[in-house]
């Protein structure tokens, strides 16, 4: 085997690569060949000296790519502007849950208002009512929560609004307590609405609203 092998084979040992021979037959050319063995050790400077020697200086451009940046980034205006809306939402539908608890608890407290209903059914309405609001007030707090609460809330405005105006063309309700029920379309309008902005951005939960974990 000539010395040109052995050779390609200390090369691709400095490198890291396979020897292509047992290292043991290496060990032993380099052992019995003194041109061999000359060449490694220039071989092995070389490449150490390559590997230590210093970075080539570069300029500086931190100063220029900051500069070529944007002032503000692409959608920041939309951005700020669609948490200003969302927070504005929220603060409305935090004061409907606010009213509707305000009209739903005397009920379940004492039946008050309850029109002559038993008292029972006064109570349960006003639990009913109660936890209309609840969810009013959690989704204002969570707005992710908001596409999981429609459901719920959608279907009982549905059904009460067309009940309530059968009902005040017969009689059978009076005009005020009709009215108190635009507060719960007021309501589900505004969690439609949340529920529908957070689709359009994907339904991802907002970083800022995430439990920082401990």
Request: glycine residues 8%; proline residues 7%; positive net charge.
């Amino acid at each position: 085997m000539s010395c040109l092998t052995f050779r390609e084979a200390l090369s691709a040992r400095l490198d890291g690569e396979p020897l292509g021979m047992p290292a043991c037959e290496l060990d032993e050319h380099l052992a019995a060949c003194p041109g061999c063995a000359a060449w490694a050790g220039a071989a092995e400077r070389v490449t150490r000296r390559a590997r230590l020697a210093p970075a080539p200086p570069v300029p500086d451009l931190t100063a220029t790519v900051l500069a070529a940046l944007p002032r503000e980034l692409p959608g920041a205006h939309a951005a700020a502007r669609a948490r200003l809306v969302d927070t504005a939402l929220r603060l409305v539908l935090l004061a409907v849950g606010v009213a509707q608890a305000a009209l739903a608890w005397p009920v379940l407290v004492s039946g008050a208002g309850a029109m002559s209903a038993p008292v029972h059914m006064a109570r349960e309405s006003g639990a009913w009512n109660l936890a209309v609001a609840a969810a009013f007030l959690a989704v204002a707090a969570a707005p992710w929560l908001a596409a999981g609460a429609l459901p719920f809330l959608g279907t009982f405005v549905a059904l009460l609004l067309p009940v309530t105006v059968a009902d005040l063309r017969a009689g059978h309700v009076h005009a005020d307590r009709a009215v108190a029920h635009l507060l719960l379309l007021a309501g589900v309008t505004l969690v439609a609405t949340l529920a529908w902005r957070g689709r359009l951005r994907g339904g991802v939960r907002p970083v800022a609203d995430r439990p920082v974990a401990a």
